[in-house]
């Protein structure tokens, strides 16, 4: 019969994961309102579920008049909280931990006296709560091409988003070092990314079947289908368990599954139980 094999890292992160935590706790532990600012989470399953718990969605602060108000784990600018709390609302700061050392290492660099460069995509939520810690005082640059035009002083300080890639971030890194006197590069790449990809590569390579779940608008979810792709022909995308079909696990020994970073682990769960309900009727 067949092996369902989850790959080694795959759904959401642990800073979305604690995210959710901290919202379906607040809402359990307070009678008052809880919401959250904007989505925790681009599922719209995961919302829905949310709202059934009691963790409501707003899009600002004006449309919350009591209760707390939940920080997304890509954090926010420090007025946002700052406004929260002069509106008499409860913070829950859930933004990750790894944003939050982006955060610190931004302001440092900021106050040592660094020209700041954030290595990331410019109207990102976490991009501009980063830019808000370091004062405003911060140039995004997306790629190497960005740095064209900068006035840029002699020292420069570098931080990154935390989902970009280590190629981009050496790449950026190496067109800026000849143009200045000092750089100083604090890398904040956060690893969950990669290894999700790394360890849908490397599953996908001995599977005869992999299922990719998550939202087929999610960019992340839909790289890691092309990544699993390339080595598993037979690779299907879906967004749940219902689009499932016992047909492709025909002959299948080994299926294998991965998540994009907007999938919690309950839906993984239902999918693997799915497809052991299937392979075991077949
Ligand atoms: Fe997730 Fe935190 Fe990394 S939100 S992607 S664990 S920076």
Same mark, same amino acid.
């Given at each position: 019969?067949?092996?369902?094999?989850?790959?080694?890292?795959?759904?959401?992160?642990?800073?979305?994961?604690?995210? !959710?935590?901290?919202?379906?706790?607040?809402?359990?532990?307070?009678?008052?309102?809880?919401?959250?600012?904007?989505?925790?989470?681009?599922?719209?399953?995961?919302?829905?579920? !949310?709202?059934? @718990?009691?963790?409501?969605?707003?899009?600002?602060?004006?449309?919350?008049?009591?209760?707390?108000?939940?920080?997304?784990?890509?954090?926010?600018?420090?007025?946002?909280?700052?406004?929260?709390?002069?509106?008499? !609302?409860?913070?829950?700061?859930?933004?990750?931990?790894?944003?939050?050392?982006? =955060?610190? /290492?931004?302001?440092?660099?900021?106050?040592?006296?660094?020209?700041?460069?954030?290595?990331?995509?410019?109207?990102?939520?976490?991009?501009?709560?980063?830019?808000?810690? /370091?004062?405003?005082?911060?140039?995004?640059?997306?790629?190497? @091409?960005?740095?064209?035009?900068?006035?840029?002083?002699?020292?420069?300080? +570098?931080?990154? @988003?935390?989902?970009?890639?280590?190629?981009?971030?050496?790449? +950026?890194?190496?067109?800026?070092?000849?143009?200045? *006197?000092?750089?100083?590069?604090?890398?904040?790449?956060?690893?969950?990314?990669?290894?999700?990809?790394? $360890?849908?590569?490397?599953? $996908?390579?001995?599977?005869?079947?992999?299922?990719?779940?998550?939202?087929?608008?999610?960019?992340?979810?839909?790289?890691?289908? @092309?990544?699993?792709?390339?080595?598993?022909?037979?690779?299907?995308?879906?967004?749940?368990? /219902?689009? !499932?079909?016992?047909?492709?696990?025909?002959?299948?020994?080994?299926?294998?599954?991965?998540?994009? $970073?907007?999938?919690?682990?309950? =839906?993984?769960?239902? +999918?693997? *139980?799915?497809?052991?309900?299937?392979? /075991?009727?077949?």
């Amino acid at each position: 019969s067949a092996t369902i094999r989850v790959a080694e890292h795959a759904g959401a992160c642990y800073g979305v994961n604690r995210a !959710l935590e901290l919202a379906r706790r607040c809402a359990l532990e307070h009678e008052e309102p809880v919401h959250t600012l904007g989505p925790l989470i681009h599922n719209p399953i995961v919302v829905e579920e !949310l709202a059934e @718990q009691g963790v409501g969605l707003s899009q600002s602060l004006d449309e919350i008049d009591r209760g707390s108000v939940i920080i997304r784990s890509h954090g926010v600018v420090p007025q946002v909280i700052e406004d929260a709390q002069a509106r008499g !609302l409860s913070v829950v700061d859930a933004t990750c931990p790894y944003v939050k050392k982006v =955060h610190k /290492a931004a302001s440092n660099l900021v106050h040592e006296g660094y020209d700041l460069i954030i290595v990331g995509e410019s109207g990102h939520p976490e991009v501009e709560g980063i830019v808000g810690h /370091a004062e405003g005082k911060a140039h995004v640059v997306a790629s190497p @091409q960005d740095l064209d035009g900068l006035t840029l002083g002699k020292r420069v300080g +570098v931080v990154v @988003q935390t989902t970009q890639t280590a190629a981009n971030l050496s790449a +950026v890194v190496a067109a800026l070092a000849p143009l200045v *006197s000092e750089l100083r590069v604090v890398n904040t790449i956060c690893a969950a990314t990669s290894e999700r990809q790394r $360890a849908a590569a490397s599953l $996908a390579s001995e599977a005869d079947i992999m299922i990719v779940v998550g939202g087929k608008n999610s960019g992340n979810t839909r790289r890691l289908a @092309q990544i699993c792709h390339v080595a598993c022909p037979k690779t299907h995308h879906i967004e749940d368990a /219902a689009e !499932l079909d016992r047909s492709w696990f025909d002959g299948a020994r080994l299926i294998g599954i991965t998540a994009g $970073a907007s999938t919690p682990q309950a =839906h993984i769960e239902r +999918v693997v *139980s799915a497809i052991e309900h299937m392979t /075991a009727q077949s």
